[in-house]
């Protein structure tokens, strides 16, 4: 019998389609999320299948001309996929071109910003740029955080859009320590921490502020990683604090515990089923899976 990380692996590649490219489960079309989640994960691990020419080609079909990554056309809105695309292509040198063209549209759009006039009412900066999951509206955490992630994975941390883009990370981040979807404080109330939130944040500002301007959050991220099994949080947090050399002790332990938890609530997608791989096989968390690209 297969143990859990083991299974998890064999389990993604047999979510793989034979003209390349990975559905969210075991039946269903190809997504430009689950391919570019799956071709990390397996890159992790150290299985080679994952780098086949139609694989990562096939990530090219969602691309738009202006280099954006989008579920389909009609939704060219939607181009939160495409930072995660970026860092699939890194794992290829065979990409550069979509890769490129993917990174110009990032450094040249951000999310919708303004003058906070009313800090009574929403607490943040909201003048900081940062990346939206769709065009047109503000900036939050997550999204911001990926496009950070795949900028500093294209060598390009010193950009100027990378540095507000950490500003922004930072000026959301709560007093209490953490990270939410982006908010701090809506009509004089401080709003609570989410895990997979944090553990982005996290991960998006290894190597960019000093360790002291997040210690709160990195203890909050330890301690909820030593009590969440969920998979998306999970698998942030250990990520997030293994970008700072405290990647828990019993990690590992941890993500199988998660990955059994399948038995009771049915197997996960394939972007969770990635984000434990990645999380096990990366004790420095996401960047250390590009660096040697």
Request: charged content about 20%.
């Amino acid at each position: 019998m297969l143990n859990p990380i083991k299974g998890a692996i064999e389990t993604l590649l047999n979510r793989e389609h034979d003209e390349g490219g990975f559905s969210a489960t075991g039946e269903g079309l190809i997504q430009p999320d689950a391919t570019s989640w799956a071709i990390l994960a397996l890159s992790a691990a150290g299985t080679e299948k994952n780098k086949t020419h139609k694989t990562l080609a096939k990530l090219v079909d969602f691309q738009q001309p202006d280099g954006r990554v989008v579920f389909a056309p009609r939704l060219s809105s939607v181009y939160w996929v495409t930072p995660l695309a970026v860092c699939a292509w890194m794992t290829s040198l065979e990409f550069k071109e979509p890769r490129q063209k993917a990174i110009d549209f990032l450094l040249a759009h951000s999310g919708f910003h303004w003058e906070n006039e009313t800090p009574e009412i929403v607490g943040h900066d909201t003048s900081l740029r940062g990346w939206p999951w769709v065009s047109g509206t503000h900036s939050w955490i997550e999204p911001t955080s990926l496009c950070v992630l795949a900028l500093q994975a294209a060598g390009l941390k010193e950009h100027k859009r990378v540095a507000e883009a950490v500003d922004m990370i930072l000026n959301r981040q709560l007093n209490s320590g953490g990270w939410n979807y982006g908010n701090t404080v809506v009509f004089g109330s401080q709003l609570w921490p989410i895990p997979e939130s944090t553990g982005m944040a996290l991960s998006a500002l290894e190597g960019c502020v000093l360790k002291q301007r997040i210690a709160q959050s990195l203890g909050y991220a330890a301690e909820e990683a030593s009590l969440i099994r969920t998979p998306l949080s999970l698998s942030w947090l250990i990520l997030g604090l293994g970008a700072w050399s405290i990647r828990p002790a019993l990690a590992r332990e941890w993500i199988q515990e998660s990955l059994d938890r399948q038995k009771q609530y049915g197997e996960y997608n394939t972007s969770l089923l990635s984000a434990l791989i990645l999380a096990y096989y990366a004790p420095r968390g996401f960047l250390s899976v590009l660096e040697q690209e």
